[in-house]
């Protein structure tokens, strides 16, 4: 009888209705599993016996775990309900009333997960022979249900697919009709035919594309962030080295010029992190660090990076500090800083003559009301950035706060730029709690303020949580043992633990390989390299003194993974420490790497000084 049903109002009610024909119910309903109201519910399909005017009867829906409806639907087992209270339900008919003696709440499965809830209340106690046969016809009932909610989907997305070829088929006569100036509309709605046709066949692609894309996109930014991380990884080193300047050999001017490569390589790393981190922006999670940023100490770093480009542009670069300015104050200092270099990135590129300024003060309350009303501190940095350049238009100003988009948007504009900095921006700020407004006149020049609230309270809530961690090390070392090891890396008066120890390089990008060998051998570490895994291991064959290897992870012939394994099978090598190399900084490869036997691991590019104290501690263990 239920097979040849098309709809879900009509099997509902010759579900129920059958029902309690078969099982001598006096009363019945029906849910059905859909949403309601944005949540997971049962909802009622149907009745039998029911009494408009009857009170509680008839509950139109109950989410998953609510009331006996719900909570059969939870635990997918039937309640049978034989005391039941005077109260609970009245049958009636035109001769007169009576309360049910029984009650049954049945779960409706298809594919051990319930689609519909049955309740049914009779005037007699239901018999074992009822129940048994309500148990085994269960799973074809649940079959049907399913049958016919998808038989109902399918026509539901026919009757769609035919109204949108009705809609093709109209719009072609009237193309039809037209004149030899509509040519072009015709062959859209050629294009749109085509489209039609193949609707039916995308939707199963589609389906896969969509289990695909997650994937695609996790390789995507692994394999971009290693090819944008490997050359800056040599970059950084060794800039670093020449800033040491440890042979003596450059100059004050010289030595400053590496600082300011390698501050600026350590800038492009966060703004790769920011972008290749794709997940976290679209989410608006992008993490912050709170810390003791020191505000002092902020206009000589300024100082340092843009003297040298206002020199070269001829503008004049000034920095005021206001006096009410604290010189501690909590915040993110790297997204702060990444704010303000962005800004004033902006206005000496668009800055021709005049002058550059940036203005450190702190906010009045009217000013915290107006522009910050929902901070929690009352403390407000406000560091705003102010140019002579080319202004901005008023129909443009709120553009150029797009992702990937510029005041000027032609093809061949003459600043270029990747249009990300004041996106990016504003959405630090706004992780940071505050905000970035603009005022601007075309011809005359921009200013643009950052407003930050402090963070003190988050500080402080952090400090606690770093302290209760601090007992519970893991395999790698804690950053309290790292804080330790830089202090004694700072102490003219430490032992060199260096000097004749075995490290073995494995890095397949011989300007990695090149930038470590020259930064090893001046602290007295012999050296030796292989490319690949499998060369890894043939020295390790003929030379088994090695006291630590550096293994990279994206090699030929064999990766890091499969020969850290291959290491840690021979016994000869279990204690041997490891430190895994990546420049793919992937969430998972953490705990990849330890899994594939690395002692400890550090992201490309690499810190020099880190990577040492890493190593001495790893060496002394």
Known sequence: MLQGISDLETLGKSFISKAAELFDASFGLLYLRSSYEGKESMVKLASYAVMGGS????????????????????????????????????????????????????????????????????????????????????????TIVHSVQTRVEVERLLKEYQIMTEELQTQQEELHMTNEQLEEQNRYAEVRSRELENIKASFEEHAIQLQQSSQYKSEFLANMSHELRTPLNSVLILSQMLQENKQGSLTKE?????????????????????????????????DIHVCEMNVSELPDILRSQFAKVAEQQNLTFSIVRDAQVPDIFYTDEQRLSQIIKNLLSNAFKFTHKGSVQVNLGMCSEEQIREFLPLAKHKQVLAISVKDTGIGISPEKQQLIFEPFRQADGTTNRKYGGTGLGLSISRELARLLGGRVTMQSEEGVGSSFTLYVPSLEQAFNETESMQKEAAAATSPMISDFLLRDAYKKAADPAERNNFSGRKVLVVDDDVRNVFALSNAFEKEGILVSVAHNGQECLEIMKKDQDIDLILMDIMMPVMDGYEAMRMIRK??????????????????????????????DYISKPLNLSQLLSLMRVWLTK
């Open 55 to 142: 009170e509680g009867i008839g509950v139109h829906h109950f989410q998953l775990g609510e009331g006996l409806v719900g909570q059969c639907a939870v635990e997918k087992r039937m309640f049978h309900l034989t005391k039941v209270p005077d109260s609970y339900i009245t049958l009636a008919s035109g001769l007169g009333t009576a309360k049910a003696q029984s009650v049954l709440i049945v779960p409706i499965l298809h594919n051990k997960e319930v689609i519909a809830v049955m309740e049914l209340a009779s005037f007699d106690k239901f018999t074992p022979l009822q129940l048994e046969l309500l148990e085994d016809i269960l799973e074809v009932l649940g």
């Open 254 to 286: 010289e030595q400053e010029y590496a600082r300011v490569i390698h501050s600026s390589g350590n800038d492009l790393l966060h703004l790769i992190n920011d972008i290749l981190d794709l997940s976290k922006v679209e989410a608006g999670k992008l």
């Open 570 to 599: 021979d016994t000869r090598f279990e204690k041997v420490p490891i430190i895994a190399l990546t420049a793919k900084a992937m969430k998972q490869d953490r705990d990849i790497c330890l899994q594939a036997g690395a002692s």
